[in-house]
């Protein structure tokens, strides 16, 4: 009877597999790499030896901050090692200091985000954070609904202009079958409803 019983556990599990077609996943490809700063975020600069130019900056809406001795230095687009390049060299030409160590280190990202739509509790937007996951989205915008299909996740991504949609597994990723997936800015996570 025990045996029977385990023998029409296995074929059951082995028809769910088939019908939601888990055995597999395919992750999509790594997201475009793009480290530059927009309107509300915030960095830290560091000036060796100079504490009142050491400290963190918002970026305005209009793509800039105000760095003492310097004035507006336009940011917005630019990738931290840049922003630090284009501080070390204004403060060299003004002759503020001979020879400046700058760096730039990003601590909150709010001008990219991320979409989190459908069955979850709290649909909307996530502000963007570096390594950010799908599973971590998800937690993100309240978890799912009881009704989500936690297996047929879409993730909506551009890839120079195109856009591109993949079906994410992420009830196998939580229970650690598949591997997470990481997101990119602008990224949409699309939770659908179990079909009944």
Do not use: H
């Amino acid at each position: 009877m025990r045996a029977r019983q385990c023998a029409a556990v296995v074929s059951l599990s082995l028809a769910l597999v088939a019908c939601t077609g888990m055995t597999r996943f395919d992750p999509p490809p790594p997201p475009p790499e793009d480290n530059s700063l927009g309107a509300g975020d915030v960095f830290g600069v560091r000036v060796f030896n100079e504490a009142d130019l050491s400290q963190d900056y918002r970026v305005s809406p209009d793509g800039t901050i105000d760095f003492p001795y310097l004035g507006r230095i336009a940011v917005q687009g630019l990738e931290p090692p840049v922003i630090a390049d284009r501080i070390r060299e204004q403060l060299r030409e003004r002759q503020i200091l001979r020879d400046p160590q700058v760096s730039v280190f990003v601590r909150e990202i709010s001008s990219r985000r991320i979409d989190v739509i459908g069955q979850v509790a709290r649909s909307g937007t996530l502000n963007f954070t570096p390594n950010m996951t799908i599973v971590q989205a998800i937690a993100g915008a309240g978890g799912f609904t009881p009704l989500a299909n936690r297996d047929r996740v879409l993730l909506i991504r551009t890839y120079r202009g195109q856009r591109r949609t993949f079906v994410v597994p992420v009830q196998g990723i939580v229970e650690g079958r598949f591997s997470n997936v990481t997101l990119a800015p602008g990224d949409v996570v699309s939770v659908s409803e179990n079909p009944i």
